[in-house]
């Protein structure tokens, strides 16, 4: 049966989508605040770098383990229910982090950030799903996963500022306030879908891969499993998206002050150029997928083979970078944070709408995997060449060098899944040509006009 792009109040949509949005910051303050107060937290709780990065990595076990169950729920529920608990989750999560005196303490209210957090984005683009036509699903998710960095500037500069001016505990409880007020704006003004019943927009083409026949019979859980776009989904968001994670989430922070020498200052206006980046790239990540939806492996590729070099360009040499290569560093890899989200587009058209959260959930899950694992590993390797705590540039070249083993996991999934993901679209009449085929067909369009 054909299909066309639904009609909508464009206003409303928009408010809706904006509330839903606006919650997606205040999760991604919450994700990263423990990365820009990670020397504070390792003198709080009298920690090793270890112990420190176990704080992260079980928050982030938390997140992408609940992705799964919370792409089901979200399938039976609807993203409003979800978000504004998820909100809640995390503004008591924070106040536990305002008001805890052991590991233990604090490692509960992580867990409560990053179940709290598992709910948010993957409802936003099911929000989207429903109250925007599929071409403009990947320009829309692009920015709301960008415009939600300001989150990381939030973390970076004003909460900084506090943690610093005051004291932990206000600084933390801050934010605690900050989720309860999430949630009541999304209780609000976020609504599952339209009130109305969609109607047909006349004269809008929808693609043939933004249509996903369900079957009847099948699990949203076992049907997202033995899709091959659910998984060439999660090894793309890992590829582009694992050391982004690593460097945001705990070890960037310290890195640059310690292993590069450079001040507060210095090492926050780097976490904001990234932010910067990551929102104007996000958008033109966002375009191109929606233009050409059968390309978007040669983005995930040459995304990768830049943030390789950007890596190597920092770790190889056993001397401090320049502040100029260290920028070009941050916004390459401030790059990989969009370019993740192109996972989640394979997921879009490669499952029904039936179980977009599920399918959406297992994507996710790639870049926060080899993220916590990667942080771990880290922490683990920091400890070993460097017992006292005292980092130099080249314990975190050492500590650094297991950034290479998911890089090349994840380069074999993806090429492994893209080719079985073809196959799929074979079978629904969708035939991605050759590169010769693709550029000659190019040259004839622009012969002809």
């Known amino acids: 049966m054909a ?56 928050q982030l076990v938390v997140y992408a383990g609940a992705q799964i169950p919370v792409g089901i729920v979200l399938d039976k529920v609807g993203p409003r229910k979800l978000i504004a608990i998820g ?43 429903a109250w925007f036509p599929p071409r403009r699903a990947p320009l829309l998710g692009q920015l709301t996963g960008q415009i939600a960095q300001t989150g990381q500037i939030i973390s970076a500069v004003p909460f900084v500022v506090v943690l610093h001016s005051l004291d932990w505990t206000i600084a933390f409880s801050l934010l605690g306030f900050l989720g309860v007020l999430s949630c009541l704006w999304v209780i609000t003004w976020v609504r599952d879908r339209p009130d109305a019943p969609l109607t047909t927009r006349a004269g809008v083409r929808v693609r043939p891969i933004d249509l996903v026949p369900a079957v009847p019979g099948v699990r949203p859980l076992a049907g997202a499993m033995r899709t091959p776009g659910s998984w060439l989904g999660f090894w793309t968001h890992m590829i582009t998206g694992f050391s982004f994670n690593v460097f945001v989430f705990l070890w960037g922070y310290p890195f640059l002050l310690r292993g590069q020498g450079l001040t507060q200052t210095e090492a926050s206006s780097l976490f904001t150029l990234m932010t910067v980046t990551a929102m104007v790239s996000g958008p033109l990540i966002g375009e191109f997928c929606s233009r050409h939806p059968l390309r978007r492996s040669w983005l995930v590729f040459t995304v990768t083979a830049a943030l390789v070099a950007a890596w190597l360009m920092v770790l190889v040499p056993s001397t401090p970078r320049p502040l100029w290569q260290l920028v070009v560093f941050v916004m390459v890899l401030a790059v990989g944070g969009p370019a993740s989200l192109i996972g989640l587009d394979y997921a879009r058209t490669s499952n029904p709408v039936e179980r977009l959260g599920v399918g959406s959930g297992l994507a996710n899950m790639g870049g926060f995997v080899g993220g916590f694992l990667c942080i771990f590993a880290i922490g683990v390797a920091l400890d070993l060449v460097a017992p006292g705590g005292d980092y130099t540039l080249n314990d975190f070249r050492v500590a650094f060098a297991v950034l290479a083993v998911p890089f090349v996991v994840a380069f074999i999934g993806v090429l492994l899944t893209r080719k079985r993901t073809r196959q799929e679209y074979a079978l629904r009449g969708i035939v991605v040509p050759g590169v010769r085929d693709a550029w000659q067909d190019y040259r004839n369009r622009n012969h002809k006009r």
């Open 3 to 58: 299909a066309s792009a639904p009609t909508y109040s464009s206003r409303r949509a928009y408010i809706v989508w904006a509330a839903a949005s606006a919650a997606y910051i205040v999760a991604v303050v919450h994700r990263t605040s423990l990365g820009v107060a990670g020397l504070e937290a390792a003198a709080r709780f009298d920690v090793s770098a270890a112990t420190l990065s176990l704080f992260t990595v079980v």
């Open 87 to 129: 909100a809640a989750m995390m503004g008591i999560g924070q106040l536990g982090m305002a008001f805890a005196d052991s590991v233990t303490l604090a490692l509960c209210a992580r867990v409560l950030i990053g179940a709290g957090d598992a709910t948010t984005f993957v409802s936003v683009l099911k929000i989207i799903a």
